[in-house]
């Protein structure tokens, strides 16, 4: 499932902040009821749509196979799921359980539920950096649903044909990508407002969003100069700009609307059925002399929420679907779309990630994967979508840019961890 369908999600996936109140109202008419009669607790969850056939009717029916609550899906649609969360869970009408990515301000607020008792009898099963993303002071919130690399996509016919050779480097991608674009096709796209590829431009200049200790990490001149390089691709005229639909889904790509496009591992099932074997991937290139690929980890995670009425029975839901049923985390993970599962023993046996392309996105997964890093907050993400509209879209000074993203993070960590 994509690190979501219908916006830029940024495990994996880059996410804005919406904190208000606006839209809570009419949540409780979204999505739809189990159909399930029997007696106990009264359960809500809350999904964003994924865009993949099937995704919808298979959580409905994981929820109806539980017996000891009636567990009611709120399918969220629209640009706004994190919005319309958000706001949700100010009111009465808040869900008792609900996907969404690991940040500390949930925990700090005190609104989602550990999960430690829960999670440690397994604990070692999970990959273990999952694990850490979730883990504050010791204790693990949420656990890990599906992991989602995020790569570039390419054409091996179309870049053998212009003699073009895989890019290893910024600068290699811009001038492939000028290489490719024709009065009817455009060399990459990076989708529609380029904030997707913020984090892994980040990494690949050899920088990080946060320190270890939670100090920011961003503002280096390299990531400067991989912003000035993104500045002239976008002004280049190469790049597709106005797709009809963005990153997440490969349309642009299976239509030969572009022969590279950023894009998650959970597309290779749709591209493989439009364009056979003709597929290949890499990562995000090195961004200057110290820098190094990346690829972006997206994913979603289940939580329960702390402030519920009834969190006991969120929790043994929770573990019951994401913990117990190993046949259901194997088909969400596996039959719609591809994703790595968290499970080391599901992943190790899941014969379709086994070989050619998914498995080529494994080993990217394993070599070059950043995880989320429960600290980079909604608020964090903002500053840093700021840096990229101004700076790579507006011509604003990178290293400027940078300077007041930095103070903004930097505020937020002072709130955070004092």
């Known amino acids: 499932m994509s ?13 804005r902040a919406a904190m208000g109140m606006a839209a809570a109202g009419g949540l409780a008419a979204c999505g739809g009821n189990t159909g399930r009669s029997s007696s106990g607790d009264s359960l809500v969850q809350y999904f964003h749509a994924y865009g993949e056939a099937g995704t919808e009717q298979a959580i409905k029916r994981y929820a109806k196979a539980y017996k000891e609550a009636n567990v009611t899906t709120q399918w969220i649609t629209g640009n706004n799921f994190e919005q319309k969360l958000f706001a949700a869970l100010l009111t009465k009408n808040a869900p008792d359980v609900f996907e969404f990515h690991p940040q500390i301000q949930l925990i700090k607020s005190g609104q989602v539920a550990d999960l430690t008792d829960i999670i440690e009898p397994v604990k070692s099963d999970f990959n273990q950096a999952d694990i850490a993303s ?24 179309v870049f053998e044909k212009a003699k073009i050779e895989v890019p290893q480097t910024l600068e290699e991608l811009i001038e492939a990508a000028d290489k490719l674009t024709t009065s009817k096709v455009k060399g990459a796209f990076l989708g529609n407002d380029l904030t997707t590829v913020q984090n892994p431009l980040i990494w690949s200049a050899g920088a990080d969003t946060l320190t270890a200790d939670n100090k920011p990490a961003f503002n280096t001149d390299a990531v400067a100069d991989g912003l000035k390089q993104l500045r002239s691709l976008f002004t280049s005229g190469n790049l597709l ?22 894009c998650g591992m959970w597309a290779m ?3 493989i059925e439009a364009l056979g074997d003709d597929i290949g991937i890499f990562p995000f290139p090195k961004v200057g002399s110290a820098g190094k690929q990346s690829v972006t980890n997206g994913g979603w995670s289940m939580f329960v929420n702390a402030k519920g009425k009834n969190v006991d029975a969120a929790k043994e839901y929770v573990k019951w679907l ?10 969400w993970a596996l039959s719609y779309g591809f994703h790595i599962p968290p499970r080391t023993s599901i992943a190790e046996t899941a ?10 996105g494994v080993k990217l997964f394993n070599e070059f994967g950043h995880f989320d890093n429960i600290g980079w907050t909604q ?35 002072k709130k955070l961890f004092g």
């Open 322 to 331: 994401w913990i117990e049923q190993k046949k259901y985390q194997e088909d």
């Open 3 to 15: 690190a979501m369908r219908n916006v830029n999600w940024d495990r994996r996936t880059v996410l």
């Open 134 to 157: 979730h883990t504050v002071d010791g204790k693990i919130y949420g656990v890990r649903m599906i992991d989602d690399p995020q790569f570039f996509f390419y054409r091996p016919s």
């Open 351 to 360: 014969t379709k990630l086994k070989t050619g392309l998914p498995a080529e």
């Open 269 to 271: 099932p749709a591209m």
């Open 379 to 413: 608020a964090m993400i903002a500053a840093v979508n700021d840096v990229i509209a101004n700076s790579v879209r507006k011509n604003e000074d990178p290293k400027a840019q940078l300077a007041t993203a930095e103070k903004k993070v930097d505020a937020e960590l």
């Open 241 to 262: 700009l106005d797709a009809p639909t963005d990153w997440w889904d490969p349309s642009a790509f299976t239509q030969g609307l572009t022969p590279i496009q950023w």
